[in-house]
Each structure stands twice: as structure tokens, then as C-alpha cells.
């Protein structure tokens, strides 16, 4: 189930092919620090947004998503999104102008951060093909 997890925050961030093993191994780590944390995170909602199925998520699929983020910086711990951060790790297979013009797109501060985690989250999945 980490694997799992991992892999489907990550590849939406990052994709797949672009991890080394140690990248994995610290992701995994991350995703079990907070599906620890998580409360009713079940594999099948994690499943839905492996697939894009960002309908009907609750509170704390969005919150593991805001934990995730968090742990892999690029969230702080205030609840605000790290764009300077999520530019220079998404740009280090891509073309940079196409990530920062990504990650301004998605960078939409929310009331409350687990929304502003998971709508970052949502974007980001929804425009990864704009960085190929």
C-alpha cells in the first residue's frame, strides 16, 4: 500500500520515470508518515486518484495529500504551497518555463490547507502533459 500511495502522489508530481530508487525509498517513507497520520484513507480513494477521479473526496484524502506534500517540501508546514521549491525539483527533467508556468497555474492559496494541497494536487495531475 505505501508503494502504492507513493507512486501515485509522486508520478503526478514528478512522473515515474524520472525517480531514482532513492527518491522512491523517501517517498515510501512519506507516505507511510502519513497514512499513519491519515484517518479512513482507504486504498480504494487513493485508487480513484491514481486513475484522475478527483469526485467526491473527502476531508482526509485531502489532508493525506496536504501531509504528503508537506513531507516532500513541497508544502510548508504553514499551509502554503513552496512554489520556488516544486519549480526546482519539477525542472530537473523538464522544460523549466513549462514547469513555472505549471506550478503558478496551481499555486491557488485556499482557506483551508488540505484544500490547498489537494487542488494543487488536482492541477498538477491535470496538467502534467503540458510539461512533455
Known sequence: MKSFVC????????????LTEEQLKKADGFAATCLEKANGVSKESVSKLRTG???NVDQDLKCFVKCFLEQAGFMGTDGNLVSDYAIERLSLDREKSKVEA???MCSVQKDDPCE???????CYYNGKASLL
Open 7 to 18: 507512486v501515485v502522489l509522486v508520478a503526478a508530481l514528478v512522473g515515474v520515470n524520472a
Open 53 to 55: 477521479d478527483f469526485a
Open 102 to 104: 505549471l506550478v503558478m
Open 116 to 122: 490547498t494541497a489537494f487542488r494543487a494536487f488536482e
